[in-house]
């Protein structure tokens, strides 16, 4: 029973004890330099001060939903693991942003809205994939930061790969029950 309790507790604090500095420090960087892409109509230090914020925000936040998609490698269940961590959390997260921006820019914010959904399923799904393969994780299961950061390039390559190798290898065992068909005809 003890064992028990303490296993619930230790699951409930995954968040917090296993708060995703790898995933946030990336995320924040590259979100903030996003923004002051985006915004390259708007003077240089109002740019500048937009991504310091925006990234202020994902180190604060980005850890913690990280640690969440981290957790859901620990589900038994293949397709439920991936909806948590492709669908579940990031929509959380990404409700969570769009109600900050929405709270601090108004109506302005809702143009973003496709956009932001899209690159939260992409990128969620890349996250997925390089958690899966053992990258981008902390805790027991951690590698250093600089072994992922080494790792990534080639994670990203099989990622684009992946559908393509799909294709090829459903329109192969198409083509070969075509074939087998035909034969048999």
């Known amino acids: 029973m003890a064992t028990r309790n303490a296993d619930k507790r230790a699951d409930l604090l995954f968040p917090f004890t296993h708060w995703n500095?790898?995933?946030?420090?990336?995320?924040?960087?590259?979100?903030?330099?996003a923004c002051v892409g985006i915004l390259r109509h708007l003077q240089a230090p109002?740019?500048?001060r937009f991504?310091?914020?925006?990234?202020?925000?994902?180190l604060l936040t980005c850890g913690f939903f990280s640690a969440l998609?981290?957790?859901?490698?620990?589900?038994?269940?293949?397709?439920?693991?991936?909806?948590?961590?492709?669908?579940?959390?990031?929509l959380t997260s990404l409700a969570c942003d769009a109600g900050l921006h929405f709270w601090l820019n108004g109506r302005?914010?809702?143009?973003?809205?496709?956009v932001a959904l899209v690159f939260t399923v992409v990128s969620a799904t890349l996250h997925w994939h390089m958690i899966r393969n053992g990258a981008?994780?902390?805790?027991?299961?951690?590698?250093s930061?600089?072994?992922?950061?080494?790792r990534i390039p080639r994670l990203v390559?099989?990622?684009?790969?992946?559908?393509?190798?799909?294709?090829?290898?459903?329109?192969?065992?198409?083509?070969?029950?075509?074939a087998e068909e035909g034969a048999a005809a």
């Open 51 to 58: 991504g310091l914020v925006e990234a202020g925000f994902v």
């Open 108 to 114: 302005d914010t809702c143009r973003l809205g496709v």
């Open 136 to 143: 981008l994780l902390v805790g027991d299961e951690a590698h």
């Open 69 to 90: 998609q981290q957790q859901t490698l620990r589900i038994a269940r293949e397709v439920m693991a991936w909806l948590a961590c492709v669908i579940a959390v990031p």
């Open 21 to 33: 500095w790898k995933v946030s420090l990336l995320t924040a960087v590259l979100r903030g330099l």
């Open 157 to 178: 390559g099989t990622y684009f790969a992946a559908p393509v190798l799909w294709g090829w290898k459903a329109a192969s065992a198409t083509m070969r029950r075509v």
């Open 46 to 48: 109002i740019r500048w």
């Open 145 to 150: 930061f600089a072994t992922d950061l080494k």
